[in-house]
């Protein structure tokens, strides 16, 4: 291949990487490296990375600053021998459970906090959701709820209904 004279061309255009986009791939994989770095050791178990790659994970959560940046850089290099693209896959199954989590959490407390306002058609969709839904005890926790709020008491029944709401639910799947 000839870069310069006056019959330069490029004979092997399909080959040529340019040298900006390397940096941007590495960039791409030094940002999942960080993002492994900010995983819970329960979720990087779940990832299958190898024992080089997650030791120096491992190594990189108790760093700081400068340190860190090295490490996550590092890390980065390590990537690119790896199947980062597999990795990827299996960091969004990841985030997906934990925002499934996270809606399933938020509907059991907007249900709470409806039972708490006295809102009776929130106990027949309870009733229907969940097989063994005992709306006797769930009455009792809300009124032992408002008791305690008019009483300036810790919300220890409003705790309980979030509970036993969750319990249901746990039943259910």
């Known amino acids: 291949m000839m870069k310069f004279g006056e019959k330069a061309t490029y004979d092997d255009e399909e080959d040529y990487v340019s ?21 819970p050791i329960k979720d990087l178990d779940k990832l299958n990375l190898s024992e080089r790659l997650y030791d120096q994970v491992i190594k990189a959560q108790g760093m ?6 090295r490490q996550i850089g590092f890390i ?10 597999e990795i990827k896959l299996h960091l969004d199954k990841i985030r997906q459970a934990h925002n499934g989590d996270t809606k399933q959490f938020q509907q059991l407390e907007e ?6 306002a006295g809102d009776n058609e929130v ?4 009733r229907n959701q969940f097989d063994n839904f005992d709306m006797q005890h769930v009455r009792q926790l809300v009124r032992n709820a408002n008791k305690e709020t008019t009483e300036n008491k810790p ?10 709401l969750r319990e249901c639910q746990e039943e259910q799947y």
């Open 155 to 164: 919300p220890k029944s409003a705790r309980l209904i979030f509970k036993y």
């Open 76 to 85: 980065g290099g390590i990537m690119v021998d790896e199947e980062h693209q």
């Open 19 to 39: 040298k900006s986009e390397i940096k941007r791939e590495l960039q791409e994989l030094r940002e999942l490296g960080k993002e492994l770095v900010e995983l």
């Open 123 to 126: 106990m027949s969709v309870l």
């Open 64 to 69: 700081k600053l400068g340190a860190l940046k």
């Open 111 to 116: 249900w709470r906090d409806l039972l708490l």
